[in-house]
């Protein structure tokens, strides 16, 4: 069973159509597992090749998470191979939401930590639950990992230059009010209209011709995606000979012990 439902060319009440969900439901927290990864390129790219679909919005099906970020047990105790297999994914799901041809918004209906904010990020437009116990941030150096220079360049992207480096150094994760005085999400609304804002968002957006609009995203974006693009397989090489290391592997395992306790 695939771990995403997609309801695409949904109607809402105003006749909005065109416009596909996506909704994240791999319990508990929508880890970015290399399933769900591979799910979510695979949706993409059906949609991407659908003429009749303009635009996407990503949610999550799991309460109070919009995603908890990569799954740490696809990098924990695992082969270089599995790790650099994993990796190639993320890159891949990354690519594919940057560069997307349609009109994306990220419905951001619970927390959204490291990944899930890597995954928010790449959308034309963020609307966030307005619920102080959410938070959304690359906290990736808490854990003792380094966000890769594509999830840097997406945050600096986003926020600026000063921003990104408090961020990235401290790991910081942001209520959403603090999100969005930064600009890292563009909305908050309460937690129930999440959604229909996000459908009301998308018809400004699609009031716009496409090709107009898919040749600016593409002009803005396109210097990212092509340091990107030019160095994949260096990046891959560069997270496996990372993460293999026997310190980052300890680090991972404490983290996880910890998670563990939590759960209990």
């Known amino acids: 069973a695939t771990k995403m439902a997609l309801r695409a060319g949904l109607r809402s009440k105003r006749g909005l159509t065109g ?8 319990p508990p927290v929508n880890s970015l597992n290399l399933e ?32 908890a970020g990569l799954d740490i047990l696809e990098m924990y105790g695992k082969s270089p191979e599995h790790c650099g297999e994993f990796w190639k994914a993320v890159q891949e799901m990354w690519l594919k ?74 790991g910081l994760l942001y209520s959403p009010a603090e999100a969005l005085k930064i600009g ?10 999440v959604l229909t804002t996000a459908t009301e968002a998308m018809t400004k957006w699609l009031a716009i011709p496409d090709h107009a609009r898919q040749i600016t995203k593409s002009m803005i974006r396109k210097p990212t995606i092509d340091k990107l693009m030019s160095n994949r397989e260096d990046d891959v090489k560069n997270f496996v000979k990372f993460i293999s290391k026997d310190s980052i592997q300890k680090s991972l395992g404490v983290y996880l012990e910890m998670l563990k306790k939590r759960k209990a």
């Open 97 to 170: 939401f940057y560069g997307s041809n349609l009109v994306t918004i990220a419905a951001i209906n619970g927390s959204s930590p490291a990944g899930g904010c890597l995954m928010a990020m790449t959308c034309d437009y963020r609307i966030m639950a307005d619920n102080p116990r959410y938070s959304i941030g690359l906290n990736e150096t808490q854990l003792g990992i380094v966000a890769p220079f594509w999830f840097k360049d997406t945050l600096m992207n986003t926020v600026g230059h000063r921003t990104t480096e408090m961020a990235l150094e401290l």
């Open 36 to 67: 769900l990864l591979t799910d979510i390129c695979i949706a993409l790219e059906k949609l991407e090749m659908d003429k009749s679909c303009r635009g996407l919005i990503i949610t999550s099906n799991q309460p109070k998470v919009f995603s």
């Open 184 to 193: 890292m999400v563009d909305q908050l609304v309460p937690e129930d209209q």
């Open 19 to 26: 416009v596909a969900v996506m909704r994240m439901q791999s």
